[in-house]
């Protein structure tokens, strides 16, 4: 499966998902009496138009302990199939691409956008926090977590505190995490840069695969990412509380997609060689947040800014709002709106030219180029007998990117080499 295009995915399907406060507090309205269980389930689909699709079923468990304890305990099964961008060009005539194990070739036709039909896979997601109120003023918690996947395991730890003054209205947090990830691709991790070999260019089988055992590098990899939050919550008055975010996060190791491609390309345009892309072993990157929420006669609303920048220069801001009406005291519709502005990375490219100098570091991935994105989302619930609440969510989320001010050369101006991706999330939930 491809690691970028899973992280985006999963990304992607938690886009109909409420801020970090709006999680905060509602974990706090939902935490269950001394000694109770609390159960929530979900089941979620995302869908792109004639790309991926993706089946999710989450399950959480919370179990207070006295007044002052709380375990949450989470678990994520997701499947995903579908193709997804390669990164190469569309062409006037069909092209052929061998795949990442290097076992076999897939043809795309002329005019149409390469896609890599090997992306399917299966993930497990566990994850445990305990929440500790040690005094009136100080809460703190830990978690561990893991993740994997057929190509790709997770493992990490997280902790934080909170403290509370200003007879409560004031809350300033203080949170960390770490997790160092295995990546194991099929077929191996490509050489930085190398040329796609073929099956067709080789006179027997055992020549063919030590050519393409030369585009690879022996044994897995390993990537490390830490991240530290501070955070401050202000109660403005009775129906209007305010918060700030400050987020730093570095991450050192393997981040490449060993699944992507460049096309390289004439002055017509015409497609010479396909080449593996190659991105930094490092990224700093800074987050702040900004979000204001409040209760209404009937409903609650809030708003909320996002801002990151990093050392890839890739920027992005997101603005994004829910208004959630209650029709009676237990039927509610929300409605979600998000929008989502990103800058291409330095190293960010749509193909290369042939004859030019091999960069050090490229890829195609749009997913990193310039872009803007945004979600249409409405929600409805209703809260049954025993404390119980079932709900629905479907949302519309399309990215659109953007060329970066790259020059199209002969043929390439004739096709759309940066097409909408369109997307259905859908999510059935029910607490009990």
């Excluded at 561990?144 to 997280?158: A, R, T």
């Excluded at 203080?174 to 295995?182: E, K, P």
């Excluded at 997609?257 to 072993?281: F, M």
């Excluded at 237990?330 to 490219?349: D, P």
Aim: charged letters at 20%.
């Amino acid at each position: 499966m491809q690691l970028t295009s899973k992280q985006n995915i999963a990304s992607a399907l938690a886009l109909a998902s409420c801020s970090l406060l709006n999680q905060q507090v509602s974990a706090a309205e939902a935490t269950p009496a001394n000694d109770d269980w609390k159960v929530d389930a979900a089941i979620m689909y995302y869908g792109e138009q004639d790309r991926v699709q993706a089946a999710e079923a989450i399950g959480n468990v919370q179990k207070a302990f006295g007044e002052t304890s709380l375990l949450d305990m989470k678990i994520v099964v997701d499947s995903l199939t579908g193709a997804s961008a390669s990164g190469a060009v569309a062409q006037d005539e069909s092209q052929t691409f061998t795949r990442p194990s290097g076992d076999g070739q897939y043809t795309v036709s002329s005019g149409e956008t390469p896609l890599d039909d090997t992306f399917h896979d299966t993930r497990v997601q566990l994850s445990a926090n305990w929440q500790e109120v040690l005094n009136q003023d100080w809460t703190g918690n830990v978690g561990v977590y893991g993740s994997k996947e057929f190509d790709y395991l997770s493992m990490g730890i997280n902790a934080g505190l909170e403290r509370s003054f200003n007879k409560n209205n004031t809350t300033v947090s203080l949170s960390g995490a770490f997790s160092n990830d295995v990546v194991d691709p099929v077929g191996g991790r490509p050489v930085a840069m190398s040329q796609m070999v073929f099956r067709g260019n080789y006179a027997s089988d055992a020549d063919y695969q030590a050519a393409f055992d030369q585009t690879r590098l022996a044994g897995d990899d390993t990537k490390q990412t830490s991240d530290i939050m501070f955070g401050v919550t202000q109660i403005i008055n009775r129906n209007w509380l305010m918060q700030a975010n400050y987020g730093l996060s570095s991450v050192s190791g393997y981040m490449t997609d060993p699944y992507k491609i460049l096309s390289e390309v004439d002055a017509n345009g015409q497609t010479q060689a396909y080449r593996y892309e190659n991105r930094p072993d490092s990224r700093l990157k800074h987050s702040v947040f900004l979000l204001t929420k409040g209760a209404l006669d009937s409903g609650v609303v809030d708003f909320s800014y996002r801002y990151s920048t990093d050392d890839w220069d890739i920027q992005s801001h997101t603005l994004e709002t829910h208004y959630r009406y209650y029709f009676s005291p237990s039927i509610y519709g929300q409605l979600h709106l998000r929008y989502y502005q990103q800058q291409a990375a330095e190293f960010y490219r749509p193909f290369l030219m042939s004859g030019d100098a091999i960069p050090e570091y490229a890829s195609a991935d749009y997913r990193i180029g310039d872009m803007t994105a945004y979600t249409i989302g409405l929600k409805f619930g209703q809260r049954l007998s025993g404390g119980h609440e079932l709900s629905y969510r479907i949302e519309y989320y399309q990215q659109n990117p953007e060329n970066n001010g790259t020059q199209l050369p002969g043929q390439l101006q004739n096709y759309d080499l940066f097409p909408a991706v369109k997307a259905i999330v859908a999510q059935v939930s029910y607490s009990f």
